[in-house]
């Protein structure tokens, strides 16, 4: 599995992608939010993303990698399964359930479970599934048993539907990083695109504005969950 950076251990905050820019998409104030508290960080592609109309491997590692400064990521790493046709094969579960193994990450952020995207259906399904097997004491399964915690799911949806999520991060401070690293995606958001507005990023920075707007906030990040979240202090509401 290729890695762009060493694995710290254990991670505080892990991202499943199917492919590069999903994780900026949904998850970056969430990311930088947890750096800017001293915490670990790192992000895991399914597929490399390719092809795309205006994309190559070569373009899309140069977009990534400059997508990974700007996130300060601790630790980025891809199981190159094949885009646009990923499935949940048992191959698969194993080779996902060895990097929980290996980076025993304290949250799981995966992408939400309903989507239009057969990459994104057959990701959850695959981080949930991964995430069983990494408990198992008997398996083939490189490193040592680990569950990790909690599962949260972010939203980089292609349907145009509205879940409600389980709640909403302030991201106002990391609104400019986040789209600064969603921009370094150059050949997926800008090449080949309208430039009028409202363009994919004024989309994506509209809808930070509407989740800040739901919470009060200037900026917001949503999050759903299919498990209870327990609370142990209402005055962090």
Known sequence: MPATLPAPRPLDLLVVAPHPDDAEIGAAGALLLAKARGQSTGVIELTSGEPTPHGSLEIRSRETAAATQ??????????????RSLEHTLEARRLLAGVFRQLRPRLILAPYWEDAHPDH????????????WSKLSRSDIP???????????YFSIHLRIHPQPAFVLDISQQLPQKMAAIACYES??????????????????DRAR??????????????AS???IGL?????L
């Not at 700007?70 to 885009?83: A, C, E, T």
């Not at 259906?121 to 069983?132: D, M």
């Not at 142990?232 to 962090?236: E, F, H, K, M, T």
């Open 70 to 83: 700007i996130l300060q990521l601790d630790w980025r790493g891809s199981l190159d399964l094949p885009n």
């Open 121 to 132: 259906l057959a990701a959850i399904s695959l981080v949930e599934a991964a995430r069983f």
């Open 143 to 153: 490193g040592q048993p680990y569950h990790p915690p909690r599962i949260l799911h």
């Open 188 to 205: 997926q958001f800008i090449t080949g695109r309208n430039p009028d507005p409202p363009t994919i990023l004024d989309d994506i920075r």
């Open 210 to 223: 509407y989740w800040g707007w739901s919470i009060g906030r200037h900026y917001g990040e949503p999050y």
């Open 226 to 228: 299919r498990e209870p």
């Open 232 to 236: 142990s202090d209402l005055n962090v």
